[in-house]
């Protein structure tokens, strides 16, 4: 049989929009709509501006640069948009990782060089999507566990099988190009918490668009780079129960479609967003005195507290990877939104007093379908006078791809997350350009300001 580099390298070059359902379809606009909007509220962070003074943007007319601000080479337009789009943590999830904020800067960058339709945009998401979702679910442990970034790591492999499939690259040189990003991918779960974590994102945009550029003009890589005993996800497994042979799933067999994507309602870890539902749900926001409060009590995923670094944060950063401010801020300011993540508000009095109160407790009961994830959240919150609150069991956060928002609420993310940046009438045209992406002649279009 042939290999499983070779094998992705025919998918990918083989993969038609006629093919991809309309639900896929669907999920991948859902991605672009979100990810365009989390850019934008990310542009003035501190990690994109440090990026912009530190290092070379080449003078190129290739790609726009966090929308309106210049053009540059596609691979360096991406890592920038990339890194924007991942600075607040708001982008959606899937697979483990976080497929959007790699995978639409890379095709909106490389997409605008190559003038590639909506719905070839589509289609490069979609393979790169399958690339990444193929390679993760061949390992019987999780990379968070072992301290891999999996959206750096299977990142930089999926832009690269994107990128190769925008520019038509046949199957031998598609596989070149994942063998290259496969020696490109890197990112650690360390470094959660500061602005390493979306440049981490950032590079594995920017890597794969370079090796699917570089295969384009004749690099090659080792035909079996993924499966051989000294490759890329042997060398990655936290225990080495991966998966190195066999095929690929069945051509209508679409991870997307099984996994589809999760849209963040709060710009925090992931792992909290159950326990955060819960405590909203629970009436603790704004309706319970915090000096009341004896415990509040998240039982969670041990694999969740694992990507949870900080108890007593100090820093907006901190906070986003901290049970204890994401209780706090539920309580404190009944929400856990884009004003919550200051640094002010994280210092506040009534924030860090609550710090102590806040008991994690580890759950070893993983989820059949995201064994990431326990299989259920949970939340206990007790008063001093020993009336007790609890939570019922919380499979699915709200926005889950299988407990999904509705367009409306997609809509005010988006409009929240722009903000001011854009004209309510430009805004409202860009939100309509990416829910029919598939009609739009070339990325181009999205840029171009209404009448």
Not at 27 to 36: A, E, H, M, N
């Given at each position: 049989m042939v290999g499983l580099t070779r094998q992705l390298g025919k998918r990918v070059a083989s993969i038609e929009f006629a093919d991809i359902s309309a639900p896929a379809v669907a999920t991948v606009k859902r991605g672009f709509i979100d990810c365009v909007g989390v850019m934008f509220a990310g542009r003035e962070e501190p990690v994109v501006g440090v990026l912009r003074?530190?290092?070379?943007?080449?003078?190129?007319?290739?790609?726009?640069?966090?929308?309106?601000?210049?053009?540059?080479?596609?691979?360096?337009?991406?890592?920038?948009?990339?890194?924007?789009?991942?600075?607040?943590?708001?982008?959606?999830?899937?697979?483990?990782?976080h497929p959007s904020?790699?995978?639409?800067?890379?095709?909106?960058?490389?997409?605008?060089?190559l003038r590639s339709s909506g719905a070839e945009l589509i289609t490069a998401?979609?393979?790169?999507?399958?690339?990444w979702a193929e390679l993760a679910s061949r390992d019987a442990d999780k990379h968070h566990a072992k301290g891999w970034h999996p959206s750096a790591v299977f990142g930089a492999v999926a832009a690269a099988a994107a990128g190769a499939r925008l520019a038509r690259l046949d199957a031998a040189r598609s596989a070149h190009a994942i063998?290259?990003?496969?020696?490109?991918?890197?990112?650690?779960?360390?470094?959660?918490?500061?602005?390493?974590?979306?440049?981490?994102?950032?590079?594995?945009?920017?890597?794969?668009?370079?090796?699917?550029?570089?295969?384009?003009?004749?690099?090659?890589?080792?035909?079996?780079?993924?499966?051989?005993?000294?490759?890329?996800?042997?060398?990655?497994?936290?225990?080495g129960r991966v998966r190195l042979d066999g095929a690929l799933a069945a051509g209508g067999d679409w991870h997307i479609l099984k996994n589809g994507l999760s849209i963040k309602r709060y710009p925090v870890c992931y792992a909290l967003h159950r326990s955060i539902d819960a405590l909203l749900a629970l009436g603790c926001g704004g309706r319970i005195d915090p000096g009341k409060i004896e415990e509040i009590e998240l039982s969670i995923g041990k694999f969740?507290?694992?990507?949870?670094?900080?108890?007593?944060?100090?820093?907006?950063?901190?906070?986003?990877?901290?049970?204890?401010?994401?209780?706090?801020?539920?309580v404190v300011a009944g929400q856990v939104g884009l004003d919550q993540l200051r640094d002010e508000f994280v210092c506040s009095g009534a924030v860090q007093a609550l710090f102590p109160s806040v008991k994690v407790t580890a759950v070893d009961d993983p989820d059949p379908d995201e064994p990431l994830f326990a299989r259920s959240d949970a939340v206990r919150v007790t008063l001093a006078d020993g009336t007790v609150l609890a939570s019922g069991p919380v499979r699915h956060a709200l926005g889950h791809a299988r407990n999904p928002v509705g367009l409306d609420e997609l809509r005010a993310k988006f409009d929240d997350c722009v903000g001011v940046a854009l004209?309510?009438?430009?805004?409202?045209?860009?939100?309509?350009?990416?829910?029919e992406l598939e009609t739009l002649a070339e990325p181009a279009a999205l840029y171009r300001q209404s009448a």
């Amino acid at each position: 049989m042939v290999g499983l580099t070779r094998q992705l390298g025919k998918r990918v070059a083989s993969i038609e929009f006629a093919d991809i359902s309309a639900p896929a379809v669907a999920t991948v606009k859902r991605g672009f709509i979100d990810c365009v909007g989390v850019m934008f509220a990310g542009r003035e962070e501190p990690v994109v501006g440090v990026l912009r003074e530190a290092l070379f943007f080449p003078v190129s007319d290739e790609s726009r640069i966090l929308f309106d601000k210049g053009q540059t080479a596609s691979p360096e337009a991406a890592l920038l948009n990339a890194a924007a789009a991942h600075a607040l943590d708001y982008d959606d999830v899937a697979i483990d990782g976080h497929p959007s904020v790699v995978l639409v800067p890379a095709v909106l960058a490389e997409g605008e060089r190559l003038r590639s339709s909506g719905a070839e945009l589509i289609t490069a998401y979609v393979a790169g999507y399958e690339t990444w979702a193929e390679l993760a679910s061949r390992d019987a442990d999780k990379h968070h566990a072992k301290g891999w970034h999996p959206s750096a790591v299977f990142g930089a492999v999926a832009a690269a099988a994107a990128g190769a499939r925008l520019a038509r690259l046949d199957a031998a040189r598609s596989a070149h190009a994942i063998a290259a990003a496969a020696s490109m991918a890197g990112g650690l779960t360390a470094n959660f918490g500061s602005m390493t974590k979306p440049l981490q994102v950032a590079r594995a945009a920017q890597s794969g668009l370079v090796a699917a550029r570089l295969a384009a003009k004749g690099l090659t890589g080792s035909p079996d780079a993924l499966e051989h005993r000294g490759g890329f996800l042997n060398a990655i497994s936290p225990a080495g129960r991966v998966r190195l042979d066999g095929a690929l799933a069945a051509g209508g067999d679409w991870h997307i479609l099984k996994n589809g994507l999760s849209i963040k309602r709060y710009p925090v870890c992931y792992a909290l967003h159950r326990s955060i539902d819960a405590l909203l749900a629970l009436g603790c926001g704004g309706r319970i005195d915090p000096g009341k409060i004896e415990e509040i009590e998240l039982s969670i995923g041990k694999f969740q507290v694992g990507m949870l670094r900080h108890s007593r944060p100090q820093t907006a950063l901190d906070a986003k990877f901290s049970a204890e401010f994401a209780a706090a801020s539920a309580v404190v300011a009944g929400q856990v939104g884009l004003d919550q993540l200051r640094d002010e508000f994280v210092c506040s009095g009534a924030v860090q007093a609550l710090f102590p109160s806040v008991k994690v407790t580890a759950v070893d009961d993983p989820d059949p379908d995201e064994p990431l994830f326990a299989r259920s959240d949970a939340v206990r919150v007790t008063l001093a006078d020993g009336t007790v609150l609890a939570s019922g069991p919380v499979r699915h956060a709200l926005g889950h791809a299988r407990n999904p928002v509705g367009l409306d609420e997609l809509r005010a993310k988006f409009d929240d997350c722009v903000g001011v940046a854009l004209a309510p009438r430009r805004r409202e045209a860009l939100f309509a350009q990416l829910l029919e992406l598939e009609t739009l002649a070339e990325p181009a279009a999205l840029y171009r300001q209404s009448a």
